[in-house]
């Protein structure tokens, strides 16, 4: 990789005022450094880990809105949403498990809404 890579997620219009209450605004979104470092901004909520602790990535939708958009965990695993539209977007599993950033426990995996699902998935390369 060279220089650093931002994917900004890709906005459902009709969720803004959501966006606006979880203060998500258009610089939030999936940066990987030279440095190996991936960290995904949603707000006020932050993942950061090393490229070398993610597992596999997947493109995966379309999903239904009501477990695709907003801050969420999900309800079958401790994984974490960042969503900002529910048509399609990047599952990245870890390796070890990242802080928790919402609930009680630490998460294996998140989900990111961004514009570019493909070429995420292309820059970390898993």
């Known amino acids: 990789m060279s220089g650093e890579q931002f994917f ?3 906005f459902d ?3 803004r005022p959501l966006f606006t209450v979880l203060r998500v605004k258009d610089t939030d979104g999936v940066t990987l450094t030279d440095d190996g470092t991936l960290t995904a901004t949603f ?3 932050r993942v950061e880990t090393t490229l070398d602790n993610v597992d596999h990535t997947e493109v995966s939708g379309p999903h239904r ?3 695709a958009v907003g801050l969420r965990l999900s309800f079958s695993d401790d994984g974490i949403t960042f969503g900002t539209n529910h048509e399609r977007g990047v599952c990245i ?3 070890e498990r990242v802080p928790k950033v919402i ?3 630490p ?3 998140l989900w990111v809404s961004v514009a570019d699902p493909e070429g995420l998935v292309a820059a970390i390369g898993k």
């Open 107 to 109: 998460h294996s995996a």
């Open 13 to 15: 219009d009709r969720w």
């Open 65 to 67: 809105w009501y477990t």
């Open 93 to 95: 599993e870890f390796v």
């Open 43 to 45: 707000g006020r909520a």
């Open 103 to 105: 609930g009680f426990k």
């Open 8 to 10: 900004p997620y890709r």
